[in-house]
């Protein structure tokens, strides 16, 4: 099979890898027949993930046919469409049990916190990913869903991650029915943090970014206001005044540590640019947010030292609230909202670039170029 192989920083290309096989009764292979690059990817694009070995393929968004099953699986058989959430879990451990698939205790032995995560390094399990033709799938009971008749694949494709993501970010905001929800980082996961907020009651909802076309999608496609931090001298002091001098109910980190930096700014969080590699976006959530306000963040932050202003955090009685999204959790209550109209997930979707042409997607997602928001790739052999 053709599948996204990572050579090093900035090294990615596509190469002929053997088609994962059946390693254990519970698992499926499914032929990937959409995948997407996601912002998160680009930590690992500019090696700022610890453990991301080379040959490794990335991409933890895809759908595609079951194209084999192990001897256990009852719940698909070969033929079957299927969206994959991105968690990689086994539905019995003392998390799974509570719904807390992405913090699953029995499919990641690298780490004590993340469960597994397809295609994201070996500190998230080391599960190779689904940019490529086809993808081994653990615990095939549990993870993936047959996609219903009426969903259109790019929409299931969305919620694999990026509106499963958002949709969360906005469920741990606690918001409560005329709040003043802001949102830092215009990214997919932001834009989908947003609209998800409509939903959940806001009254208000403001989001913050640097690039111009994002912010313009956000105008079209979530309806909120929007601000260019990179246009005012103290984005603060500016979500204070806008806001009566309190600050918003609820603030969404949808940013995260993104790599564009230094390791050294890494660590140190010194590069102070919304789009650096480093905690300023949670920091800024922390400063926007009102005394006895909550922050969400969805954000991803990798296992680095960062300054967090938790002192501001404590004194202002501030909620903070955080994981991973448990994406199959969220899937009734969004299949509802895309049925009915309320959501159109693949607005968002602004490139289809076919598999081959990859490296060509993350150079022109990493670099912010030619307006790319949310890249789809596609196989040759879907």
């Given at each position: 099979m053709k599948?996204?192989?990572?050579r090093g920083p900035y090294k990615i290309r596509v190469e002929e890898k053997d088609i994962p096989p059946i390693e254990h009764p519970n698992d499926a292979i499914v032929r990937v027949t959409r995948a997407a690059i996601c912002g998160s990817d680009l930590h690992l694009y500019h090696g700022m993930m610890p453990d991301t070995r080379v040959g490794m393929t990335f991409g933890h968004e895809f759908?595609?046919?079951?194209?084999?099953?192990?001897?256990?699986?009852?719940?698909?058989?070969?033929?079957?469409?299927?969206?994959?959430?991105?968690?990689?879990?086994?539905?019995?451990?003392?998390?799974?049990?509570?719904?807390?698939?992405?913090?699953c205790h029995n499919v990641n032995p690298n780490a004590t916190a993340v469960g597994g995560?397809?295609?994201?390094?070996?500190?998230?399990?080391?599960?190779?990913?689904?940019?490529?033709?086809?993808?081994?799938?653990?615990?095939?009971?549990?993870?993936?869903?047959?996609?219903?008749?009426?969903?259109?694949?790019?929409?299931?494709?969305?919620?694999?991650?990026?509106?499963?993501?958002?949709y969360f970010g906005a469920q741990l905001a606690d918001i409560v029915e005329g709040d003043t929800v802001m949102v830092f980082g215009a990214g997919p996961v932001g834009l989908f943090a947003a609209k998800s907020a409509w939903l959940m009651g806001a009254g208000r909802?403001?989001?913050i970014d640097h690039l111009e076309y994002r912010?313009?999608?956000?105008?079209?496609?979530?309806?909120?206001?929007?601000?260019?931090?990179?246009?005012?001298?103290?984005?603060?002091?500016?979500?204070?005044?806008?806001?009566?001098?309190?600050?918003?109910?609820?603030?969404?980190?949808?940013?995260?540590?993104?790599?564009?930096?230094?390791?050294?700014?890494?660590?140190?969080?010194?590069?102070?640019?919304?789009?650096?590699?480093?905690?300023?976006?949670?920091?800024?959530?922390?400063?926007?947010?009102?005394?006895?306000?909550t922050v969400s963040?969805?954000?991803?932050?990798?296992p680095l030292f960062s300054a967090v202003k938790f002192g501001d955090a404590m004194n202002k009685g501030l909620t903070l609230r955080m994981n991973q999204a448990p994406v199959k959790r969220q899937w009734p209550r969004l299949f509802?909202?895309?049925?009915?109209?309320?959501?159109?997930?693949?607005?968002?979707?602004?490139?289809?670039?076919?598999?081959?042409?990859?490296?060509?997607?993350?150079?022109?997602?990493s670099a912010k170029l030619d307006g790319c928001i949310k890249p789809i790739l596609i196989p040759s052999a879907a």
């Open positions: 599948a996204m192989v990572y759908i595609g046919v079951v194209h084999e099953v192990g001897s256990s699986v009852q719940s698909l058989k070969v033929g079957d469409k299927v969206m994959v959430p991105f968690n990689v879990y086994c539905g019995s451990c003392y998390f799974c049990a509570r719904g807390l698939y992405s913090n995560i397809y295609g994201y390094s070996h500190t998230s399990g080391g599960y190779d990913g689904g940019q490529a033709e086809f993808v081994r799938v653990p615990f095939a009971d549990v993870g993936p869903s047959i996609i219903p008749d009426w969903m259109d694949d790019e929409d299931a494709l969305m919620c694999t991650d990026a509106l499963a993501t958002g909802v403001i989001v912010l313009e999608k956000v105008r079209t496609f979530a309806h909120a206001e929007t601000y260019n931090f990179a246009e005012y001298d103290d984005i603060i002091v500016h979500a204070k005044r806008i806001t009566d001098g309190l600050g918003a109910d609820s603030v969404i980190d949808a940013v995260g540590a993104e790599a564009d930096g230094s390791f050294l700014q890494q660590v140190t969080g010194t590069k102070l640019k919304l789009q650096g590699g480093s905690p300023v976006a949670l920091n800024w959530a922390i400063d926007s947010v009102r005394k006895g306000g963040v969805m954000g991803a932050y990798g509802e909202h895309i049925r009915n109209g309320y959501l159109k997930p693949n607005d968002i979707v602004t490139h289809r670039i076919p598999l081959e042409d990859i490296a060509e997607g993350y150079h022109m997602f």
